[in-house]
């Protein structure tokens, strides 16, 4: 089936700009100019559940993705079908298939995630798993490399299997994240366990079969607050992404299963920002300094008792969110997104939705050309409990697309310091949480959020990709 669209003058929202935006040609500043807004869907399936949409999550990497000059997005259908969608850059017409499979349950977690491996050039898709099993479906060989001479159509994807063509990872999987390491390998990240007591793991596809290459964090050992202690925890990834030099880069928080860490159990027991980063394809893991603090699939993983991990510590309780968002920039230096109630507003949350809404804010964390950590409050308040994505631009100025589709900008030229909003998301009614499409800037310069609109209750409504030009 087609969708139709609406272009460019659709997309009549105020853009806010900066004063004084006269700069070197060879540097500007951000800016972002609407490019036009395509549906996807008109009827998507809406019901909020852990405060988020399955269409719209931010552990869905990717949900929207480009590759050789074709832009392609995942979701389910109002019946519940899952389908995935291609269309041309610049073209006004997405066209849209079904995969084979139906959700099971209305559980925002249970979103789809695709990849691409250039190796052989075929599209994978993840879908609809919360520390259970998942259906998984690849596409035939060679199709994103031909989409001229190879048809978009149903037949071009395999049957949903319930693992890795024949491999078994762990029977609670959780957040696949696929990323290309740059040999044009697979891999794909996810957690095995549960909240509050899981692992991650990591799988590969060489464009022949999957292997599987272990879990790389721990959930055990001892973390001890002004509280009380937990002995058990997961690692929530902010990302998982290589740079241009194939460096693997990784934010991630902590959250404790023990809920007396906390000064009141209306919280959530997210602490700490860490960082660690990994030089040969995710088999081992080194902290900031570079020391080795883990190894996959071995007896040595990360913990919370190592050292040299956490680069912005943060106690239990000003409502920390995990999995928000990372971003590398063009000389491989890490940049984050992390967001939580400031000490200003109290020092403890007693309900984290409520204050996160009310008194929430995000900041830009980065490592700065001397190699020290910076951080920058984002002067807009996030007025949601929700998470905000991260880009760069080719000029490595920094974007923020906030919730409700909002999206704030600084410079690299100010060290970042600079962070204003640039446009204000009216007229999209976007439910909160958006997606991006992170493939896509380097391509072509152009900034896709993929949202959906505000409903009630289970009522459908409409999926749509909002493009924005960046600087040239």
Partial sequence: ???????????????????????????????????????????AIYFVSYDGLVNNNSFQKNGLLTHKGHQYAAWYTADRNAVVARRALGSGTWRTVKVGHTLRYDDSHNVISMGVSRTDGRLHLTMDSHSDGFTYVKSVAGLLDDP???????????????????????????????????????????????????????????????????????????????????????????????????????????????SAVMCSGGGITNHDTGYVHSDDRGRTWRNDAGRVVGTTGGTDKVSVTDRGLVVDPLNPDHSLMNQESQYTDSAGRPHAIISYVPGRFGRCTTDYVADRTAHGRAFHLRKDTSGTWRKTEI??????????????????????????????????????????????????????????????????????????????????SALHVADFRLPA
Avoid: K
Avoid at 6 to 32: C, D, K, Y
Avoid at 190 to 213: C, K, Q
Avoid at 248 to 258: S, V
Avoid at 389 to 402: I, M, S, T
């Fill in 1 to 43: 089936m087609r969708r139709r669209t609406f272009l460019t003058g659709a997309l009549a929202v105020p853009v806010l700009t900066t004063a004084g935006t006269a700069r070197a040609a060879t540097a500007p500043g951000p800016s972002v100019t609407p490019a036009g807004r395509t549906t996807l869907d008109s009827r």
């Fill in 148 to 258: 001229a001479g190879l048809s978009w159509t149903a037949d071009r994807f395999g049957a949903p299997q319930s693992t890795l063509d024949g491999l078994t990872l762990t029977p609670r999987f959780t957040y696949p994240q696929f990323v290309a390491t740059p040999e044009g390998r697979l891999q794909l990240s996810y957690r095995a366990g549960v909240s509050g007591n899981g692992r991650n793991g990591l799988a590969e596809y060489d464009g022949h079969r999957w292997t599987a290459l272990g879990e790389w964090s721990s959930s055990t050992g001892t973390y001890r607050g002004e509280h009380g202690s937990s002995d058990a925890r997961n690692m929530y990834l902010h990302g998982i992404d290589y740079d241009r030099r194939g460096r693997l880069h990784a934010f991630f928080t902590w959250r404790e299963q023990n």
């Fill in 379 to 460: 002067p807009v308040p996030l007025n949601s409990s929700q998470r905000t994505r991260l880009v760069l631009d080719r000029h490595d100025n920094a974007y923020a697309v906030l919730p409700y589709g909002r999206i704030a900008g600084a410079s690299q030229e100010s060290g970042y310091t600079d962070w204003r909003l640039l446009y204000d998301g009216a007229g999209l009614n976007a439910f909160g949480e958006v997606l991006i499409d992170e493939t896509r800037i380097a391509q072509d310069g152009v900034l896709s959020v993929m949202y959906q609109e505000r409903s009630r209750g289970t009522t459908p």
